[in-house]
């Protein structure tokens, strides 16, 4: 069973509404947590980064949070525009001996419509 | 600053061959990981390598393998190709540890045939 899971797994909302993608995941011992965001064709950019301390982390219309109690994070789109269709990937890391492991969810496919 | 870059952009092989990939991370970035990623597993993690050491590896068998050169370039090979490696091989670049922010290059995408 994948350690980090998504859902939904894709979504359609109209352009300006707001949308929250959800990311539970079971890894531990926890490091840190981000959100990248995937155009079609294109290499993952990340938005946010948080470590066990942060619950809330910004970047533009992103906001992300972290629930590290409960192992939920979430990342809230606001004022969704056409060019915010992409996959959105959680990704955790985990602290091991040799340093460290990262677990991928496997995304969220929004499409924002006009 | 330049991005991170990628070479070549795109491959087609057949089974059985071997194929070396080519990153150049961000100026002034020691570290360099690999990625595989398919619709059906997402993003796995390949290997890290930092001031030409291999720091970190993922669960993939022997057949794949990297290097990184002193300036920080990285390489990743192939050897044995297999169906299921057809996939979109994606490297990103850190300052220091894999573990901060990561820059991705655009990926390289490799169909096995």
């Known amino acids: 069973k994948n350690q980090v899971e998504q859902s939904p797994q894709s979504l359609i909302i109209l352009e300006g509404k707001n949308c929250t993608l959800q990311?539970?995941?079971?890894?531990?011992?926890?490091?840190?947590l981000r959100w990248y965001k995937q155009d079609t064709g294109r290499g993952p950019v990340s938005l946010t980064i948080?470590?066990?301390?942060?619950n809330t982390k910004s970047n533009g219309r992103y906001t992300a949070t972290l629930d590290a109690d409960t192992k939920q994070s979430s990342l809230h789109i606001t004022a969704s525009q056409l060019s915010d269709s992409a996959s959105y990937i959680c990704?955790?890391?985990?602290?091991?001996?040799?340093?460290?492991?990262?677990?991928f969810g496997k995304g969220t496919s929004l499409l924002v419509t006009p | 600053k330049a991005g991170v870059t990628q070479t070549p952009r795109y491959l087609i092989k057949t089974r059985g061959q071997q194929v070396t990939l080519s990153c150049s991370p961000i100026?002034?970035?020691?570290?360099v990981s690999w990625y595989q990623q398919t619709p059906g597993q997402g993003l796995q993690f390949l290997f890290e390598?930092?001031?030409?050491?291999?720091?970190n590896k993922g669960n993939f068998p022997g057949r794949f393998s990297g290097r990184q050169f002193s300036n920080s370039r990285s390489e990743m090979n192939v050897s044995t190709l297999e169906l299921g490696d057809s996939a979109l091989y994606l490297c990103a670049s850190s300052v220091v540890l894999a573990s901060d922010t990561q820059y991705f290059g655009p990926g390289t995408r490799l169909t096995v045939l």
């Open positions: 948080m470590t066990f301390s942060e």
């Open positions: 100026s002034g970035h020691r570290s």
């Open positions: 990311c539970n995941y079971t890894v531990s011992p926890f490091s840190n």
């Open positions: 990704v955790v890391s985990a602290v091991k001996n040799s340093g460290y492991a990262l677990n």
């Open positions: 390598y930092f001031s030409e050491t291999q720091r």
